[in-house]
């Protein structure tokens, strides 16, 4: 089994400094359309037997862009959407970390600790499960050779 994983475009919270999680679902920006119209054209997306998307406005609108006149073969499952980051989605990043600095990572990404502190929100290990029950479930319905992709958040 192949899997091809793209990650959905530009949002519009994306750049704006705010958690964007499952709890912001939000559309591509104009960046976010180019960009995708751009892969579009560059790669040959007829070459998947199937496609699954997160059900998000903004992986949604990256699936249709990308598979244009074939948009209506995508599948989409909830297990793929944006990880929950609860009460702290739609937060400026920057109040986050001047309150909670230990929570982030050298790259500026939340590490494993976040969760302890956002209220009602996932953890990594609970996104881990959530994802490798779609894995899990696809692996038992492949054919082999059969190619997969994925726009996720």
Do not use: C
């Amino acid at each position: 089994m192949d899997l091809t994983i793209v990650r959905h475009s530009i949002s519009s919270d994306n750049g704006r400094g705010l958690i964007s999680g499952a709890g912001s679902d939000v559309d591509l920006s104009e960046a976010g359309i180019e960009l995708a119209q751009e892969a579009q054209r560059a790669f040959d997306w007829n070459q998947f037997d199937q496609v699954f998307s997160s059900p998000m406005r903004r992986a949604k609108q990256t699936a249709e862009l990308l598979l244009g006149d074939q948009a209506s073969a995508i599948n989409f499952d909830e297990r793929l959407t944006e990880m929950n980051f609860g009460d702290w989605d739609g937060t400026a990043e920057d109040a986050i970390f001047e309150q909670y600095p230990e929570i982030f990572n050298q790259m500026g990404m939340f590490n494993e600790k976040y969760s302890d502190y956002a209220p009602n929100s996932e953890s990594y290990d609970e996104l881990v499960n959530r994802v490798t029950g779609f894995l899990d479930e696809l692996k038992q319905n492949i054919r082999l050779h059969q190619s997969y992709s994925f726009v996720t958040e």
